[in-house]
């Protein structure tokens, strides 16, 4: 037997167990995987690399947003997935933010603090994407 011919199951083997793994992964593990190579593609930090205070660039799509009025000041909490970790983002003194909704892909810019072990950056810079990977 050639080494070619050795090679050859191997390969095929190999895409077998990657279309088998494609068909057995999950809508929710597909959907994670796209948004880390759209956020790879666009330059952003994945994250679950993010490290406590220190600024970053996340690109990710909002789950939830929700008001949290406060006695003095109201803040509006985004919660940005990007395939690998949550990532709470609260702009304090706004009750709203045209175009930041459940499904808004977000580039955004700011400085990771931890509260209660969840990455959070407060008043971030953001870009609004039109769709994924642009």
Known sequence: ????ERARPREESG???RLTARLTKSQAEL???ELQA?????GGTPIADLVDRQTASVCGSVRSVTLRPRVN????VAELYDGSQRLNLV???RREIKGIEPGTYLTVRGRVTFQRGVPTMF????????????
Request: proline share 9%; charged share 25%.
């Open 1 to 4: 037997m050639t080494e070619a």
């Open 15 to 17: 895409l077998l167990h």
């Open 31 to 33: 959907d994670a995987g």
């Open 38 to 42: 759209d956020a790879d593609r666009l």
């Open 73 to 76: 000041v109201p803040a509006l």
């Open 91 to 93: 702009w304090l003194g």
């Open 123 to 134: 008043n971030p810079a953001y870009d609004i994407k039109p769709t994924r990977g642009h």
